[in-house]
C-alpha cells in the first residue's frame, strides 16, 4: 500500500492506519511528515490536518511544511490569542462551536510540542478554515468518539516522528525559530534535554532567555531510580566560552552522574573540570536531587540565588537559605567538596531554582523585577490552574514585557513539583 492508494476508513482500522503511518513514516523527509500525516488522517475519515510546531519562545505556532498552505496558515498561529493556541496552553483538545474544526494537543511525555488541525467530515470540510479559530469563534462540542479517538492517536503518532526526526531533519528545527541563532546560543541547546519532563510524582520544568541569545546559563533534569536530578549552572560572561562552560559543566555532571557519583562528586568534577581546561571562568550553579517517593529534596548551592520553597500558595521565607558555597572554576572544591543541604518537602510543594537575570532585570525605569514578582507570577498562574511549563512561559512573557523584550543577562527557571498524590497534583 502507498501513499497514492488510500484505503477506506472501517471500524477497527485505527491500528493498521497507525501502523503504516510508522512503516511509512521510516523513508519520509521532513517535508514529506505533514503529508504522511494527511493521507492517514484522510482512510481515518479525516478530511484534512494541519501540523504547528510550538516556536522556541512558545509565543507563536508555525506550520509544518507542506505544498497547499495558504499564506494565512503560513503566517502561523498566536499561542495566546487562537484556539489552537488554546488547545497547546491547556494541553486539551479544543473545538470551534459548530465542530468542523478541532485541535488536538502534540505532547511528548508532558513536554508540549505543538499541535494538530483536524477538519471534521462533513459538507463544509471541502474549504479550509481560518488557521485560528476554523468557522467558529470558541471552544464547541467538539468530534464524536470515533474521531477524537483517531485524532489523538494521530497527534501522539505526529508528535513521536516529529521528536525522532528533529535530531537529524534540519527543516524541523528551523520550523520552530522565528530568527537566526548566536553561536553560544546554539551551542548551548544542543546540550540541553527537553525543557519539561515529569511523572506521576514529580514534574520539572525549565526556559531560558533569551532564547536565540543565551551565553551562560544551562539547565539540566533527569529522573534515575526514582530520584529526579536537577543542575542550574550560570557561567560568567555571555560568549562563546560561557556557552563552552556550561556545556562542559553538563557533561562533567552527566558523565559523574551516570557513573554512580552523588552530589559532592558532581560539584567537584565539574570544579575540577573548568580549573583544568576552561580557567578563569567562573560558574554558580544549584545541583540538586528530590527523592520522588519519600520528598526529600537535597541540594549544594555554589554561589546561586537560593532556591525557592513554594507551598500552598506562599513562598516560605529563607526555607531554603543556607549559606553558599564558593563558585565553580576555583578548584578548591575539587579536592575537598561541599556539604550538602536537605528538607523534607510536603505533598503540592514546588521548589523554584533561577539565575541572577530574572531577579535582577531592570524595565527602562529601572524598575527591579525582584524575587517577590517572580515568585508572584509562578504562584498566580499555577493557582489559575495552568500547569508547570504554562507557569513558566507566563513568567517569561511578564519578564520580557517588563524588560521591553530587551534582557542584559541570561534569564533561566527551573520550577519543580512533587505531587505524590493525585489530590496534590
Same mark, same amino acid.
Given at each position: 500500500?502507498?501513499?497514492?492508494?488510500?484505503?477506506?476508513?472501517?471500524?477497527?482500522?485505527?491500528?493498521?492506519?497507525?501502523?503504516?503511518?510508522? *512503516?511509512?513514516? /521510516?523513508?519520509?523527509?521532513?517535508?514529506?511528515?505533514?503529508?504522511?500525516?494527511?493521507?492517514?488522517?484522510?482512510?481515518?475519515?479525516?478530511?484534512?490536518?494541519?501540523?504547528?510546531?510550538?516556536?522556541?519562545?512558545?509565543?507563536?505556532? +508555525?506550520?509544518?511544511?507542506?505544498?497547499?498552505?495558504?499564506? *494565512?496558515?503560513? $503566517?502561523?498561529?498566536?499561542?495566546?490569542?487562537?484556539?489552537?493556541?488554546?488547545?497547546?496552553?491547556?494541553?486539551?483538545?479544543?473545538?470551534?462551536?459548530?465542530?468542523?474544526?478541532?485541535?488536538?494537543?502534540?505532547?511528548?511525555? #508532558?513536554?508540549?510540542?505543538?499541535?494538530?488541525?483536524?477538519?471534521?467530515?462533513?459538507?463544509?470540510?471541502?474549504?479550509?478554515?481560518?488557521?485560528?479559530?476554523?468557522?467558529?469563534?470558541?471552544?464547541?462540542?467538539?468530534?464524536?468518539? &470515533?474521531?477524537?479517538?483517531?485524532?489523538?492517536?494521530?497527534?501522539?503518532?505526529?508528535?513521536?516522528?516529529?521528536?525522532?526526526?528533529?535530531?537529524?531533519? $534540519?527543516?524541523?528545527?528551523?520550523?520552530?525559530?522565528?530568527?537566526?541563532?548566536?553561536?553560544?546560543?546554539?551551542?548551548?541547546?544542543?546540550? =540541553?534535554?527537553?525543557?519539561?519532563?515529569?511523572?506521576?510524582?514529580?514534574?520539572?520544568?525549565?526556559?531560558?532567555?533569551?532564547?536565540?541569545?543565551?551565553?551562560?546559563?544551562?539547565?539540566?533534569?533527569?529522573?534515575?531510580?526514582?530520584?529526579?536530578?536537577?543542575? =542550574?549552572?550560570?557561567?560568567? &560572561?555571555?560568549?562563546?566560552?560561557?556557552?563552552?562552560?556550561?556545556?562542559?559543566?553538563?557533561?562533567?555532571?552527566?558523565?559523574?552522574?551516570?557513573?554512580?557519583?552523588?552530589?559532592?562528586? #558532581?560539584?567537584?568534577?565539574?570544579?575540577?573540570?573548568?580549573?583544568?581546561?576552561?580557567?578563569?571562568?567562573?560558574?554558580?550553579?544549584? #545541583?540538586?536531587?528530590?527523592?520522588?517517593?519519600?520528598?526529600?529534596?537535597?541540594?549544594?548551592?555554589?554561589?546561586?540565588?537560593?532556591?525557592?520553597?513554594?507551598?500552598?500558595?506562599?513562598?516560605?521565607?529563607?526555607?531554603?537559605?543556607?549559606?553558599? /558555597?564558593?563558585? +565553580?572554576?576555583?578548584?578548591?572544591?575539587?579536592?575537598?567538596?561541599?556539604?550538602?543541604?536537605?528538607?523534607?518537602?510536603?505533598?503540592?510543594?514546588?521548589?523554584?531554582?533561577?539565575? $541572577?537575570? #530574572?531577579?535582577?532585570?531592570?524595565?527602562?525605569?529601572?524598575? +527591579?523585577? &525582584?524575587? *517577590?514578582?517572580?515568585?508572584?507570577?509562578?504562584?498566580?498562574?499555577?493557582?489559575?490552574?495552568?500547569?508547570?511549563?504554562?507557569?513558566?512561559?507566563?513568567?517569561?512573557?511578564?519578564?520580557?514585557?517588563? /524588560?521591553?523584550?530587551?534582557?542584559?543577562?541570561?534569564?533561566?527557571?527551573?520550577?519543580?513539583?512533587?505531587?505524590?498524590?493525585?489530590?496534590?497534583?
Amino acid at each position: 500500500m502507498t501513499a497514492q492508494e488510500p484505503a477506506p476508513a472501517a471500524p477497527g482500522g485505527l491500528g493498521p492506519v497507525l501502523a503504516w503511518v510508522l *512503516e511509512r513514516s /521510516h523513508g519520509a523527509s521532513a517535508l514529506q511528515l505533514a503529508g504522511v500525516i494527511g493521507e492517514a488522517a484522510r482512510r481515518l475519515g479525516i478530511p484534512r490536518t494541519r501540523l504547528y510546531l510550538a516556536d522556541l519562545q512558545q509565543q507563536r505556532l +508555525l506550520p509544518l511544511p507542506q505544498p497547499d498552505l495558504t499564506a *494565512e496558515e503560513r $503566517d502561523g498561529l498566536d499561542v495566546d490569542g487562537s484556539l489552537g493556541g488554546l488547545a497547546y496552553r491547556t494541553q486539551a483538545v479544543q473545538s470551534t462551536r459548530d465542530g468542523d474544526t478541532t485541535w488536538f494537543p502534540m505532547v511528548d511525555g #508532558i513536554e508540549r510540542i505543538g499541535v494538530m488541525q483536524a477538519r471534521a467530515p462533513g459538507p463544509h470540510s471541502g474549504s479550509a478554515p481560518a488557521p485560528g479559530s476554523g468557522s467558529g469563534s470558541g471552544p464547541g462540542p467538539g468530534p464524536g468518539p &470515533g474521531l477524537l479517538e483517531a485524532g489523538r492517536a494521530l497527534a501522539s503518532l505526529a508528535t513521536l516522528l516529529v521528536v525522532s526526526k528533529s535530531t537529524h531533519h $534540519d527543516p524541523l528545527v528551523q520550523g520552530q525559530r522565528v530568527r537566526p541563532m548566536t553561536l553560544q546560543a546554539e551551542l548551548l541547546w544542543a546540550f =540541553l534535554p527537553p525543557r519539561t519532563i515529569g511523572t506521576d510524582t514529580a514534574t520539572s520544568s525549565a526556559v531560558l532567555e533569551p532564547a536565540y541569545d543565551i551565553g551562560g546559563d544551562a539547565f539540566d533534569h533527569s529522573f534515575i531510580d526514582g530520584v529526579l536530578h536537577l543542575t =542550574l549552572v550560570d557561567a560568567m &560572561g555571555h560568549d562563546l566560552a560561557s556557552g563552552g562552560a556550561s556545556g562542559a559543566a553538563l557533561a562533567a555532571c552527566r558523565a559523574t552522574r551516570r557513573a554512580g557519583g552523588d552530589l559532592p562528586d #558532581i560539584v567537584a568534577t565539574i570544579d575540577r573540570t573548568l580549573a583544568q581546561w576552561i580557567p578563569d571562568r567562573l560558574m554558580t550553579a544549584v #545541583i540538586a536531587e528530590l527523592d520522588t517517593t519519600q520528598g526529600d529534596f537535597t541540594w549544594i548551592n555554589c554561589g546561586h540565588p537560593a532556591p525557592l520553597l513554594i507551598r500552598e500558595g506562599h513562598v516560605l521565607q529563607n526555607a531554603l537559605e543556607r549559606p553558599a /558555597h564558593l563558585p +565553580l572554576g576555583f578548584g578548591f572544591h575539587a579536592a575537598d567538596p561541599p556539604e550538602q543541604e536537605h528538607v523534607r518537602l510536603q505533598p503540592g510543594d514546588r521548589v523554584l531554582i533561577y539565575s $541572577d537575570g #530574572i531577579t535582577e532585570a531592570r524595565s527602562p525605569t529601572g524598575d +527591579l523585577f &525582584g524575587e *517577590e514578582r517572580l515568585a508572584d507570577t509562578v504562584i498566580r498562574s499555577t493557582a489559575s490552574g495552568a500547569n508547570a511549563p504554562e507557569a513558566l512561559r507566563r513568567l517569561v512573557q511578564n519578564l520580557l514585557t517588563h /524588560h521591553r523584550h530587551r534582557l542584559r543577562d541570561d534569564a533561566t527557571i527551573l520550577l519543580v513539583e512533587w505531587h505524590p498524590s493525585p489530590r496534590a497534583r
